[in-house]
């Protein structure tokens, strides 16, 4: 039977899919293998391809990029040899503009572009939300693009830039990029990190050696041994090169940050840190709101593995009720995989998920999972649950209600499909057929993530606009297409 590579997650569709991961440093020997070590340290965040380049005086730029996880495509000699030198970027992609679900091998990050002042490479985590209009404008003016990435326009933005040296041109670039993005990118001797004026992506610059990283999170530090510095602040470039060290920039417009608070929720790794707050610990802190705003009598606190896991170990200390790993997860599933079949797709949740029945029988459980999206896996958990003959069946979910999409980088399915948008708590507990569905609030989430006093609606300090309908940048290529606006964003 043939074995191949299954979709990022093949059997849940469940799920907002994390976006991308963006990874680089300078001043190493071998770059590659420490860019391969952050991705694969940054793999949560996509995984159907990914690629590096780096810069050697040699033999100028080497690039790899290829379908599937780091650890099958970056840890061969016969990969790892084409691509020498000390300075290199690298970017896992789930697709979430383009060609949504369907990475063609010209969609991989990152891209490569050849200037008169030389060649840069780009890897961007987020999305650019003025992308079509700067597409078409482009190849009105003659632009020919190679993918179909809101991404590539950096590239062909920087090319008619008449900036004398690429920093420039990238700066010049970016104050026409709407949206959302966080940025590594390389010359010959330069690594660049950028993030746009609202810092809805994360970044943050660590000290390996002589050398220096940047990567999406702080897990793709840890892995190579680097130490945490800070995190490239909303707004800033940081350009940074073996001789001058780390030179900052504030090129845009100064705006109130916007950070994306799903991050917290479920996005980045447990062992991160954001904003100077552990993951982990933030997720324990939801779980301890859920448990004061939605108490239930019940005998064991489960996680839907393995994003609810903090918050479910939160909700068991604050209320009291036994922790417990009611539904253990199968490690291997979502790696390769026997050619998913229909009959194999029909077995669903349970080839990922299965109950620890001697654990649930009889027993009033407290299910606490990260989020409902369209609610399918949901339904699912519950049936496996009341199978194993669990007494009653509580959930309690680590986010407010997902009614909007998002339109900065983390692929979403339309309003229509997201359970919250069309249904009510009430309607969403009936439908999902449970005793007891209640989600954190807002207000309960932003006092997890720090803000004592809950959500600001006059000037929140978040991006939430999944949860609230707040957008903080306006997603004009949507509207264009008739998506309407609850209230207005800046
Ligand atoms: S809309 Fe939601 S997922 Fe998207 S950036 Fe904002 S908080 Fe994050």
């Not at 809101?150 to 420039?168: K, N, V, Y």
């Not at 690594?191 to 897990?219: H, N, Q």
């Not at 510095?229 to 800033?236: F, N, Q, S, T, Y």
């Amino acid at each position: 039977m043939p074995l191949i590579m299954p979709p990022a997650h093949p059997f849940d569709d469940d799920k907002l899919r994390e976006e991308c991961g963006i990874f680089g440093v300078v001043g190493v020997t071998d770059a590659a293998n420490f860019v391969a070590l952050g991705l694969h340290a940054l793999q949560h965040r996509g995984q159907e391809a990914g690629g590096i380049v780096t810069y050697d005086p040699a033999t100028g730029f080497n690039s790899a990029r290829r379908m599937g996880y780091v650890r099958d495509n970056f840890t061969h000699s016969d990969v790892m040899q084409t691509l020498p030198g000390g300075i290199g970027i690298g970017h896992v992609r789930y697709s979430t503009a383009g060609n949504k679900g369907q990475t063609a091998i010209r969609d991989v990050q990152p891209f490569f572009g050849e200037f008169a002042m030389g060649g840069a490479a780009i890897a961007h985590n987020g999305n650019l939300t003025n992308a079509a209009a700067l597409r078409r404008e482009l190849i009105e003016r003659g632009s020919i693009f190679q993918s179909s990435s809101d991404s590539e326009c950096i590239i062909h933005l920087m090319a008619r830039s008449m900036g004398r040296t690429i920093p420039d041109r990238m700066e010049e670039a970016l104050r026409k990029a709407e949206g959302a993005f966080s940025i590594v990118a390389m010359t010959r001797s330069k690594l660049m990190g950028v993030r746009d004026p609202l810092g809805v992506r994360p970044l943050v610059l660590g000290k390996v050696g002589d050398g220096w990283a940047l990567s999406s999170e702080t897990c793709g530090l840890d892995i190579i041994g680097a130490d945490y510095v800070r995190e490239i602040e909303p707004g800033e470039m940081v350009v940074i090169s073996s001789e001058k060290g780390v030179e900052s920039h504030f090129p845009f417009r100064p705006q109130k940050p916007r950070f994306c608070i799903f991050e917290h929720v479920y996005f980045s790794r447990p062992d991160s840190i954001l904003g100077g707050r552990s993951v982990y610990e933030t997720r324990e802190a939801i779980g301890r709101e859920l448990a004061k705003e939605a108490p239930v009598d019940a005998d064991l606190v489960c996680p839907v593995p393995d994003s609810g896991t903090p918050a479910a170990i939160g909700y068991s200390l604050q209320s009291g009720i036994p922790y417990a790993m009611g539904i253990i997860r199968n490690q291997y599933m979502g790696r390769t995989f026997i050619e998913p079949t229909e009959q194999i797709r029909n077995m669903g949740v349970r080839l990922k998920l299965n109950v620890n029945r001697a654990l649930i029988r009889g027993k009033r459980v407290i299910l606490v999972d990260d989020s409902v999206v369209r609610g399918t896996t949901s339904r699912k958990i519950k049936e496996m649950i009341l199978d194993a003959g669990a007494a009653e069946v509580h959930f309690r979910i680590a986010s407010p209600p997902t009614a909007w999409p998002c339109f900065y980088g983390v692929d979403t399915p339309q309003r229509e499909k997201l359970l919250a948008a069309t249904m009510s708590e009430d309607e969403m507990r009936e439908h999902l057929g449970v005793d007891s569905l209640r989600f954190v609030s807002l207000d309960g989430l932003y006092r997890a993530v720090g803000q004592a006093k809950g959500r600001d609606p006059r000037s929140p300090a978040y991006c939430d606009a999944c949860f609230s309908g707040d957008y903080p940048v306006a997603p004009s290529d949507m509207i264009e297409k008739g998506f309407k606006l609850l209230t207005p964003a800046q």
